[in-house]
């Protein structure tokens, strides 16, 4: 049984008289844990105040599917007092690390002494202030680095498409580059005419500016490869179809190649094919260089965005383009965008830039985009709209998810209220947004939400 003498090394209780104390003591209930049991689950129902005379409890939470420390209570101590008071689950685990001696006090009896005692109330609701605070110190980091996470995940799968196709390009072209030059030397032996040669010359180059400008539609370089295939192997070249691609590619007509290949058809060395080959292999290589260069621009392109993003480099606030900082993250996301999200822009490009702490304003919309995109589950249509009046910038964000439920929609806002299951919502997101829209802008945030149709407004001043 608990004893006053325990029950007043802790300091609110020494608020309480002996009486007060004595009837604590008499309705405490006695537990005993061994190392690992566990005294309460995260998101758990709360189940009384706890008195821990002796032992440790380790308080974790569950962030992304994995049980993060965030404390300890050693002896002596109190807790559980958070979903007692405030009627929430319970927002950590608490485990036995040893053998732990300890109490519980029912809810009704803890709020009980709050309500008779104002210094124990207000020593109680101190002390609740700072865990809460601490709890939340905690998580807003575990959130920022679970968001730069998925970031960083996201972008890693981004670039590796560019940089893999990076690495083929470079790996091949070396090869090709050696043959065309034996190809030259080859021909070059040959003493051929410089019309012929000039001839040669210029379908290639015509070539390289159909490949590079993209000149040919689908529907026509299929058409074009069939027939070529056709011409080729009438020709006798093996594997005429690794030939027929290319020289597609590069426009070439059969009417040119009959030109080009006249005088080489009773030819009895390997120039009777050595031109085809040239022509093919000069346009594989400058398909090459085209498909690479796009790879180092996507590579460019997304690193230049990442540090955008995060306003590397710059001062606190700066003169911010929002819509800038819209595509910045709507790049960062495409990995999620792309699966079957479509999205659709309605930007004021008449909008001015504003004064703003840029990196944390890309927080805000990589919330919302990203509450967005869960709540149409992957598929469905993200609206962005950009519009200003009346010295302020208004931005709003509509999915056309299932919406937020009417009994829910006046908590949202509240710090650690998630409607996700445990250890994959931290209840931070949208608080954060409000935090920055509202204390950081001196803007405002609202919202509208039916089925079909959710609409997150921004509203933040240009001056």
Same mark, same amino acid.
């Given at each position: 049984?608990?004893c006053?003498?325990?029950?007043?090394?802790?300091?609110?209780f020494?608020?309480?008289?002996?009486?007060?104390?004595?009837?604590?003591c008499?309705?405490?209930?006695?537990?005993?844990?061994?190392?690992?049991?566990?005294?309460?689950?995260?998101?758990?129902?709360g189940?009384?105040l706890?008195?821990?005379?002796?032992?440790?409890?380790?308080?974790?939470?569950?962030s992304?599917?994995?049980?993060?420390?965030?404390?300890?209570h050693?002896?002596?101590?109190?807790?559980?007092?958070?979903?007692?008071?405030?009627?929430?689950?319970?927002?950590?685990?608490?485990?036995?690390?040893?053998?732990?001696?300890?109490?519980?006090?029912?809810?009704?009896?803890?709020?009980?002494?709050?309500h008779?005692?104002?210094?124990?109330?207000?020593?109680?609701?101190?002390i609740?202030?700072?865990r809460?605070?601490?709890?939340?110190?905690?998580?807003?980091?575990?959130?920022?680095?679970?968001?730069?996470?998925?970031?960083?995940?996201g972008?890693?799968?981004e670039?590796?498409?560019?940089?893999a196709?990076?690495?083929?390009?470079?790996?091949?072209?070396?090869?090709?580059?050696?043959?065309?030059?034996?190809?030259?030397?080859?021909?070059?032996?040959?003493?051929?005419?410089e019309?012929?040669?000039?001839?040669w010359?210029?379908?290639?180059d015509?070539?390289?500016?159909?490949?590079?400008?993209?000149?040919l539609d689908?529907?026509t370089?299929?058409?074009?490869?069939?027939?070529?295939?056709d011409?080729?192997?009438?020709?006798?070249?093996?594997?005429?179809?690794?030939?027929?691609?290319p020289?597609?590619?590069?426009?070439?007509?059969?009417?040119?190649l009959d030109?080009?290949?006249e005088?080489?058809?009773?030819?009895?060395?390997?120039?009777?094919?050595?031109?085809?080959?040239?022509?093919?292999?000069?346009?594989?290589?400058?398909s090459?260089?085209?498909?690479?260069?796009?790879?180092?621009?996507?590579?460019?392109?997304?690193?230049?965005?990442?540090?955008?993003?995060?306003?590397?480099?710059?001062?606190?606030?700066?003169?911010i383009?929002?819509?800038?900082g819209?595509e910045?993250?709507?790049?960062?996301?495409?990995?999620?965008?792309?699966?079957?999200?479509?999205?659709?822009?309605n930007?004021?490009?008449?909008?001015?830039k504003?004064?703003?702490?840029?990196?944390?304003?890309?927080?805000?919309?990589?919330?919302?985009?990203?509450?967005?995109i869960?709540?149409?589950?992957?598929?469905?249509?993200? /609206? #962005?709209? @950009?519009?200003?009046?009346?010295? %302020?910038?208004?931005?709003e964000?509509?999915?056309? *998810? =299932? $919406?937020i439920p009417? /009994? #829910?929609? @006046?908590?949202?806002?509240?710090? %650690?209220?998630?409607?996700?299951?445990v250890g994959? *919502? =931290? $209840?931070l997101?949208?608080e954060?947004?409000?935090?920055i829209?509202?204390n950081?802008?001196?803007?405002?945030?609202?919202?509208?939400?039916?089925?079909?149709?959710?609409?997150?407004?921004?509203c933040?001043?240009?001056?």
């Amino acid at each position: 049984m608990l004893c006053v003498e325990e029950l007043i090394d802790l300091e609110p209780f020494q608020q309480l008289p002996k009486e007060r104390l004595q009837w604590v003591c008499d309705r405490a209930q006695t537990l005993e844990l061994a190392p690992g049991d566990i005294l309460a689950h995260e998101g758990e129902p709360g189940c009384g105040l706890f008195i821990l005379v002796r032992g440790k409890v380790n308080v974790t939470r569950r962030s992304e599917g994995i049980e993060i420390p965030v404390g300890q209570h050693e002896a002596p101590s109190f807790f559980g007092e958070i979903p007692v008071l405030t009627g929430e689950p319970a927002p950590v685990t608490m485990r036995a690390l040893t053998t732990c001696n300890l109490y519980r006090l029912k809810g009704e009896d803890f709020r009980k002494l709050l309500h008779e005692c104002r210094d124990f109330e207000r020593m109680v609701f101190r002390i609740m202030q700072s865990r809460v605070r601490g709890l939340e110190s905690f998580i807003r980091g575990r959130e920022k680095m679970a968001a730069l996470g998925t970031l960083a995940a996201g972008l890693a799968h981004e670039l590796n498409n560019p940089a893999a196709a990076l690495v083929r390009t470079f790996g091949e072209m070396p090869a090709a580059i050696l043959e065309l030059q034996r190809m030259n030397l080859v021909y070059g032996q040959r003493n051929v005419d410089e019309a012929h040669t000039q001839h040669w010359l210029r379908v290639r180059d015509r070539g390289y500016d159909a490949i590079l400008n993209n000149q040919l539609d689908p529907v026509t370089l299929s058409d074009r490869e069939a027939v070529l295939l056709d011409w080729l192997e009438d020709y006798g070249v093996k594997q005429a179809w690794k030939l027929a691609e290319p020289l597609a590619e590069g426009g070439v007509e059969v009417e040119t190649l009959d030109q080009l290949m006249e005088r080489w058809r009773n030819d009895n060395t390997e120039l009777r094919e050595m031109g085809l080959h040239w022509l093919s292999l000069s346009f594989e290589v400058m398909s090459m260089i085209k498909h690479g260069l796009r790879g180092a621009e996507r590579i460019s392109e997304l690193v230049q965005a990442m540090k955008s993003y995060t306003y590397l480099d710059q001062g606190t606030q700066q003169e911010i383009d929002i819509h800038q900082g819209l595509e910045d993250t709507l790049r960062l996301f495409v990995h999620k965008l792309k699966c079957g999200v479509q999205v659709q822009r309605n930007y004021d490009r008449n909008l001015p830039k504003i004064l703003a702490y840029g990196s944390e304003l890309n927080q805000v919309w990589t919330n919302l985009i990203d509450n967005a995109i869960d709540a149409m589950d992957g598929k469905g249509l993200l /609206e #962005i709209t @950009t519009s200003h009046c009346d010295r %302020f910038a208004h931005i709003e964000i509509v999915d056309s *998810g =299932s $919406g937020i439920p009417p /009994e #829910i929609q @006046t908590r949202i806002f509240e710090p %650690f209220f998630t409607t996700k299951a445990v250890g994959h *919502g =931290s $209840g931070l997101g949208l608080e954060t947004v409000r935090r920055i829209v509202e204390n950081r802008h001196y803007g405002t945030l609202s919202f509208k939400s039916q089925p079909g149709r959710t609409c997150f407004s921004t509203c933040l001043p240009l001056t």
